[in-house]
Structures are given as structure tokens and as C-alpha cells.
């Protein structure tokens, strides 16, 4: 009996969680046009040097699954042709890419490579979205550092909340105050690496720290339905996952009343502006993590 609960536990945890991760698919044919079947298809995380394998079924069509954001380099193989590399293969979260294979008469000796970069054409998903990526995150001011600041830029969204303040990382209860997509105000969905984030009074549980995250998605129509829970929009967040490179960072952030602009009250009386000063640091480490037994890029980001 005990064993049955277990099961059903962890069968209810594994529903909780949508999936955040990218994948390629398409078909592999020959220079006739004909499928090529039993194909081997190989995709390598560059900065983390891990493969994923698929292989062509008999309508030469293949399916790459669970590729977390990053840059990959695709092959393909097949004895009798020559050996196709596909590279500067730029892959987000919610990417379905669809990417077609034409193998050319040769041995697995000689290689054809593609470096043109992919047309991100999302033939596989008819969901609306508009992509954060970790070069605005970390180059762009937010107030209070609250990555949620990002929401208000995408189209389909409007703020609905009436809270101005500084959005601070413990002011989670206005974060998810927005109309996305047309849809109720606060009926929105909130996931951390495709958990959800997202408290009973549809408010927001944890804001993490901008230093942390890969990147942000917010997807405001036709998503995919295992996120049919809410009736707005999802906001995905993806966390830094780990390198074969060690990288970090150290900052420290400045706010202070002698650094802001006189608002437009403040001008009118001729008030001087209120004392205010703010300075949060923290730092972040990502690498490879070993043990007597693998090595792996498994670390991620501390702050």
C-alpha cells in the first residue's frame, strides 16, 4: 500500500512541471528526394559538450528532444553518404525547430557543413511568443532588479497593477498584476525550469536574481496545453544551467536620491528629492563539477 502512494506521489510531481526545453526536428532524404531511414542524428551542446542522439524512423523523419537553451552543432550519418554537419545552431526555450537534411552520395569520410545561420521559423508551434534574452537582462536597469520589469515590454501585455513602487525582490504580490493576451488580470502562470512559480492567489512565490537567469519567455496566446491551467499568459523562466568553462561575476548596484532625476511634484514645490539609497551586491559562479566517479558542467549560479 505504502508503495502504491509513493508511486502515485512522484506520478503527481512529474505532472506539475511543463516542459521549458527546445528541440529539432525534420527529415532526412536523399539527393532523389526519397526518406532515409535509420539515419544517426547527433546534437552537441557546445559550451557544455554533451550529445543528444536521435535516430530517422522510416519515413526519414527524426525528433531531438529536452535541448536547454544554448548554441549546439548538429550531424548527421548514414553509411553510403557523406557526413552532414549543420553549425551556429542558436536554440531558446520554447524553440520547435524545424530543420530539413538533403545527404549526398559519398563515404562517412567526407563531410558537407552548413555554417549559415538557422532561420528561427517555428514550423513546429503554432504558440505566440516573445523571447528575453540574457543580453538585455543583463544590460537593461530594472527597478529593484525584478526581472518580472521585462513583462511590461512584450506585446499582449498590460500592466493592471496600481503599485508603482520599486519592485524589489521580496515584492512578489504585484509582480504578476498584468493582462496577457486578453485574458483576466492575474490569470497568468509563472515557471522556474517548468515549475511552477505561481502562488493560490495567483501572485508570484520567488523573484529570482537577474544574475541567475538564462532568459524569459513570455508566451500570451496558443501555447501549447500543458499550460492550459491559467487563462492569460506564461511567463517561463530559464536559469543558468553550467559550463565546461569556469565564468562568474561580482557587482554591486547603486541607487542613491543624488543620482535621480527631480520628479515632476517634487520640481513644482520646489522639494528636494527623498532620501533613498540602495546597494545590493552579490556575485555568481558557474563551471564543470567533478567526482571520483564523471565529470559533469553541472554547477550553476550562486548569488
Not at 538533403?102 to 552548413?114: A, I, N
Request: charged share 15%.
Amino acid at each position: 500500500m505504502i508503495r502504491h502512494l509513493l508511486i502515485l506521489l512522484l506520478c503527481c510531481l512529474a505532472v506539475c512541471a511543463q516542459e521549458f526545453r527546445a528541440s529539432i526536428a525534420g527529415e532526412v532524404t536523399d539527393p532523389s528526394g526519397a526518406p532515409v531511414a535509420d539515419a544517426k542524428v547527433i546534437v552537441t551542446h557546445l559550451e557544455r559538450n554533451t550529445p543528444t542522439e536521435a535516430t530517422t524512423n522510416e519515413v526519414g523523419r527524426y525528433l531531438v528532444q529536452f535541448l536547454v537553451p544554448g548554441r549546439y552543432t548538429m550531424t548527421v550519418e548514414k553509411t553510403g553518404f557523406k557526413k552532414f554537419v549543420r553549425e551556429n545552431i542558436a536554440l531558446n526555450s520554447p524553440d520547435r525547430l524545424g530543420l530539413d537534411v538533403r545527404l549526398e552520395l559519398g563515404g562517412v569520410t567526407e563531410t558537407v557543413t552548413v555554417t549559415a545561420e538557422v532561420l528561427h521559423l517555428q514550423t513546429e508551434t503554432a504558440s505566440r511568443s516573445a523571447l528575453v534574452e540574457n543580453r538585455l537582462i543583463e544590460n537593461i536597469p530594472t527597478s529593484g532588479r525584478n526581472l518580472y520589469h521585462f513583462q511590461y515590454s512584450q506585446p499582449g501585455v498590460v500592466k493592471n497593477s496600481n503599485y508603482w513602487g520599486d519592485f524589489e525582490l521580496y515584492a512578489t504580490g504585484n509582480i504578476n498584476g498584468v493582462i496577457m493576451g486578453g485574458g483576466r488580470p492575474g490569470e497568468n502562470e509563472s515557471l522556474i525550469d517548468g515549475v511552477s512559480d505561481t502562488r493560490g492567489d495567483r501572485g508570484v512565490a520567488f523573484a529570482p536574481s537577474l544574475n541567475s537567469v538564462q532568459e524569459v519567455t513570455v508566451q500570451t496566446n496558443s501555447y501549447d496545453a500543458q499550460f492550459g491551467r491559467v487563462g492569460g499568459g506564461v511567463t517561463s523562466i530559464i536559469v543558468k544551467s553550467g559550463a565546461n568553462a569556469l565564468h562568474g561575476q561580482l557587482f554591486e548596484f547603486l541607487e542613491n536620491e543624488k543620482l535621480y532625476a527631480t520628479s515632476w511634484a517634487n520640481n513644482a514645490w520646489a522639494a528636494a528629492a527623498a532620501p533613498s539609497s540602495s546597494t545590493p551586491s552579490a556575485s555568481s559562479s558557474t563551471g564543470p563539477s567533478t567526482s571520483p566517479s564523471c565529470s559533469t558542467a553541472a554547477t550553476g549560479p550562486s548569488s
